[in-house]
Nanobody, 114 residues
């Protein structure tokens, strides 16, 4: 069973930065797509960013120019979040697809204070 573990969340001031990590139990290159989603209180989970095995990225309009997704050569993907605003407050989840199977991490809380 593939496991994904997110880390790096926390409390940050308006305009600050955080770097989230998603560490898999297998090589990150096993996945066709790795993505980040977020869920704010009382709202549905929404797409944030994704990266294909080939390195192509896609971002939600709300984070374009502020968030950058990357991955290393081993087991981790990252989400660099800059210029954070209170609307970015949410639990951030890592998602990955291996074949037709999708996997989720447990989430990491990001809170942006005004």
């Amino acid at each position: 069973q593939v496991q994904l573990v997110e880390s790096g969340g926390g409390l940050v001031q308006f305009g600050g930065s955080l770097r989230l990590s998603c560490t898999a139990s297998v090589s990150i290159f096993n996945f066709k797509v790795v993505a980040w989603y977020r869920q704010a209180p009382g709202k549905e989970r929404e797409f944030v960013a994704s990266m294909t095995a080939g390195g192509s990225t896609n971002y939600a309009d709300s984070v374009k120019g502020r968030f950058t997704m990357s991955k290393d050569i081993r087991k981790s993907a990252y989400l660099q979040m800059n210029s954070l605003i209170p609307e970015d407050t949410a639990v951030y989840y890592c998602n990955a697809f291996q074949g037709s199977a999708g996997f989720w991490g447990q989430g990491t809380q990001v809170t942006v204070q005004e």
